[in-house]
């Protein structure tokens, strides 16, 4: 073998487990060997950048679509590369409005008290049941825990509508009220999570406070919750994904394009620019989503510990 | 009061024991003033309301099965409802795990650029279905979208996809694989927690890749897949901006999934009786295939050192 030396590491880093072991035919595999792995490696390589072409592609046309100045939108073949850049087309989405519509940026705000709400409220009280689930003894403990996440089997609609009904009764359709109130009052997802992890913080923190005459409240919110930042930082993440792209609720809530928030916003869009400029809406989309998106890429670690926190043995 | 020794530490301890109770009732409290208010009340509510028809403006009015009989016998939308529903449960979820489950085996290998790639494919489940859905008709839109673009550069006719009855509900399809992030990394996460030693003992024995990969790594992921396609099917079931926003519902019902049909009901023709059936017809749906689920778990999902 004239490359022998150099073969070694390259197979090995390919996980041939097997390379290391002596063996009869070790000689004779060994050129063999150092094939399959390179076809392994260009198979494994190839299909890697196709799947991240087909899964970039669709960003990639948001963002070229937004980039282009209008009558770029329709030439035919699309091209590749918008020439000029249009960065102003970022602000003009930002700013337009239609007819006596308010301008996005009011949206956003909107969005943004929804979603700053439903963080901070959901993961406070999730957090203190999950603390009682987690620590504490008491009758009927494991029934109630059973009851909580065989919620995440009703469907929205089924609530849906009695919710409507209550809402509307107490006169705050067309208000921001209904999207924050339900959420004062955990989540059964974020429950489940945080009361997976609480249980892997050692009870000797709990034990030695308590001795210190600590109160159970005082040692939530003085021990537990200083512990749990990390688990905290990924259920708030998934929250305020969660909250800023919420369609539902918004759509059957909010009716006055002044209380409206981004998404149902982006989904009256076509319909109020008739001849949708596109350029516009893909500009409009991009703005939706880059706070997502730059969340996503200054937290990837909250948000791949948050999905994979639970012990899935169950 | 006895003279035995243990009993002050006993009642301390019994003491400690209720006062913990209490705090544990004060603590779960808001989980269950926000489970009266917003899901036990509303459910009963919805049911009770289910047998009633009620438009919102005449107070209601007793309507017994009605609302049940005239689903399967006059309302033929909701019978194309359960279908479109179901077929699109029935392939994307299915599709879906399979490619989330490969994007993670493909991570899973010794490869450069990890955090690039997992990113790459991670990236759209951060992206709301309305937005999604937008990028997506421009996506498909006939002659200005990519698709129908790059189809022809390869030298292939594309279709109108979002407004062609034999192909609308493949498109949206499409558009679910897009959002796999979720499952994959959490197949990701189980794949790094296989024990080697297991792939040891295989090499050991001679296994090839493919009989390690169907005797060893799939019954080790089995509860990940389980949770998955459990959480999956609950998901999509409930599937409503997708075609809200890119369909509306059309081409000629063909996308009319179950979430939509229930939702103009109730709130564009404000069938509110007639919405809530519905809706204890999807909650049934879910609620079916979740115990279906779970009974078919006991034969092939494997627990680790668990009794099953």
Known sequence: MVVGNETVPTTERLGSERYTRPSRMRTHLLGNRFQTGLVRLLVIYALLILAAFLFLLPFYWMLNTALK????????????????????NFITAFTMQYETDPPVYTYAINTMIVSVNGVVSTIFSSALVAYAFARLEFPGKNVIFLGILSTLMIPFAVVMVPQFIIWQRLGWLDTLWPLMIPHWFGSAWNIFLLRQFFMTIPREYDEAAYLDGASRWHIFIRVILPLSKPALGAVAVFAFVFFWNDFLGPLIILSTPENFTLTLFLANFSVAYRGTPWHL???AALIIILPCLILFFFSQNAFLKGITVTDMKG | ????????????????????AIVAYAFILPWVIGFILFVGGPIIASFVLSFFRWKMIAPPRFYGLTHYISMVTTDELFRISIWVTFKFVLISVPIGQVLALGLALLLNQRIRLLGFWRSAFYLPAVVSGVAGSVIWVWMYHAELGIVNNGL????????NWLFDREVVLGSLIVKSLWNVGIPMVIYLAALQ????????????????????FFSITLPMLSPAIFFNVVMGIIASVQTFAEPYVMTGGGPDNATLFLGLHLYKNAFSFLKMGYASAMAWIMFLLIFGLTVFQFRLAGRWVYYEGGER
């Open chain 1, 281 to 283: 809406y893909m500009a």
């Open chain 1, 69 to 88: 100045p209008s009558n770029q939108v329709f030439t035919l073949p699309p091209t590749w590369i918008p020439k000029p850049v249009m960065w102003s």
């Open chain 2, 152 to 159: 022809e550069m390869m030298g292939l006719e594309g279709r």
């Open chain 2, 193 to 212: 927690g296989l024990p080697q030693q297991l792939y040891e003992a295989a090499d050991i024995d001679g296994a090839g890749e493919v009989s390690k």
């Open chain 2, 1 to 20: 009061m006895t003279t035995t020794g243990l009993t002050p530490r006993s009642s301390i301890w019994r003491s400690r024991r209720f006062h913990d």
